[in-house]
């Protein structure tokens, strides 16, 4: 089978992750600004306006895409920060942004007319009413769909709307329906959706106990590694819990998404663009994962089988899942 080759979507945490994933082959990158705007609020990660500008010269300049995140939601009655995101992206050419309140929607329509705008995953539109309804009100061109669908019913979402879809293929899961997780703010008072930090590193700890290693979120204890355990870092709901007398991940085991071989899969379901997550992570990351990516999306695109490719060492845990895309739960 062959047909429209994939778009390659690649996270870029850092200018310097930027220029690793356009020169490993991405046909976009991803990334936000340096504030509470964009859903990965961290030290040391994102963009300042004027590096945002020599990103865009960079990228433009090797044929490749840059959407800017601004996909969290404003405070009420602070709404000028995220209002001044959509203003400077757009006065600084970027390819779209990525949006996942109504309101913002709204406003980037209105102000900014000729500005793509694409609709987040934080936004969880997961069916054709709530697709179409952005489509149709705020001239959403793509949506990111939440990692609850198989395939199957990717393909048949896609018989119902008027709009690209991009979908994760690699990298870290939440188990909590995108845009309405509140456990790190219930423990840390940040919330990804509303501060663009889930489980910030300000609250994280972690304390040695003899041979074991706890991990810590706020007052919380997440987890305790044994020694020949990975210690993960510390989010609620990869963490191991006490119920019924029994301890395990109650939420989700940390694992991560890995699709590479079912590209040629997402093609007949006409997915229109992948996603990479990752733009918490550094360059060697950023290169291993779009090298491969990149490999896999030409060798579908030509109707050739995708070569066996092992990235579990970049996977939480070194495990991977196909999540939701082979659902075989109800």
Partial sequence: MTGQKL???CPAGTPA????AVEAGADTVYLGFRDATNARNFPGLN????????????????????LVAINTFPEAGHFEPWQQAVDDAADLGVDAVILADIGLADYAARRHPRLRR??????????AEAINFYVREFGIKRVVLPRVLTIAEIADLNKRIEVETEVFVFGGLCVMAEGRCAL???VTGKSPNMNGVCSPASHVQYVEEGDR???????FTINRFEASENAGYPTLCKGRFIAHDKTSYLFEDPTSLNVIGMLPELMAAGV?????EGRQRGRAYVTQVVKAFRQAVDHAAAGEPVPPMDLSALTEGHTETAGS???TWR
Avoid: C, M
């Fill in 47 to 66: 963009f300042s306006r004027i590096e945002l500008q020599d990103g865009l010269a960079f990228a433009h300049a090797h044929g490749v895409k840059v």
């Fill in 184 to 186: 790190s703010s219930y």
């Fill in 17 to 20: 992750a930027l220029r690793a």
């Fill in 272 to 276: 229109t663009a992948l996603k990479i």
């Fill in 213 to 219: 290693l706890t991990s810590k979120l706020g007052p």
């Fill in 118 to 127: 694409h609709l987040s995953v934080q936004a969880s539109a997961s069916n």
């Fill in 325 to 327: 895309y082979r659902k």
């Fill in 7 to 9: 778009e390659l979507v």
